[in-house]
């Protein structure tokens, strides 16, 4: 999976030396937005998913995205889901206009629903929380868009788990999860 993302990447990112910014106000230029993209995780398990985020900067060196995913976990024999919510802090900064590089660090919370198939099988739902840094990049389109793709590396603090068709289990030991998670999506800038 790492791969493809790495494409995505680079490719929103030659991006901005085709595009061109020559507009008195563009997409960067705004205090806040909203974005809606797509996601997926690579590492201790695979997951795929949709997500939105809620954006706003702090004047030029600093911004904020609050977000919200929710995203199907492969595994075997049962049904999990993921809703994970958490914020990125960034530091933005454009090498070309209509270019922007976003480093990224925050936390998240992973509220996470295992449901064996059987119905008299136990859950083993749990919350995991977990630590998160990267890197973005947005191309801006017109005044008020941009395409963006964002590569992270994500520490998860949780319990065990194993599901089955016919059972649900939940250690009580907390472990650690670490995985690659890609996104890449629209964003609409505001104000």
């Known amino acids: 999976m790492r791969s493809p993302l790495i494409l995505v990447f680079a490719l929103i990112a030659s991006l901005g030396l085709l595009l061109p910014a020559a507009y008195a106000h563009g997409p960067f230029d705004a205090l806040g937005g909203l974005a809606v993209y797509g996601t997926g995780w690579e590492g201790d398990y695979t997951a795929i998913g949709l997500g ?5 900067e702090l004047g030029e060196t600093i911004g904020v995205d609050v977000f919200a995913e929710l995203a199907d976990v492969e595994i075997p024999d049962t049904v999990r889901r993921d809703l994970v919510i958490g914020f990125d802090l960034y530091v933005p900064f ?3 206009p209509g ?3 976003r480093p990224l660090f925050g936390f998240c919370a ?3 629903f295992v449901d064996p198939h059987h119905d008299l099988a136990p859950r083993s739902d749990d919350i995991g929380f977990g630590v998160h840094a990267g ?3 947005e191309v ?3 005044q008020d868009w941009s395409v963006f793709a964002d590569v992270q590396q994500v520490a998860w603090f949780g319990h065990d788990r194993s599901a089955s068709a016919w059972t649900g289990t939940l250690d009580g030991d907390i472990e650690l999860s670490t995985l690659t998670q890609g996104r890449v999506g629209i964003q609409l800038h505001l104000f």
């Open 110 to 112: 992973d509220f996470s």
């Open 52 to 56: 939105g985020r809620a954006r706003a």
């Open 140 to 142: 801006g389109l017109g």
């Open 94 to 96: 454009s090498p070309l």
């Open 99 to 101: 270019l922007r590089l």
């Open 135 to 137: 890197a973005g990049a």
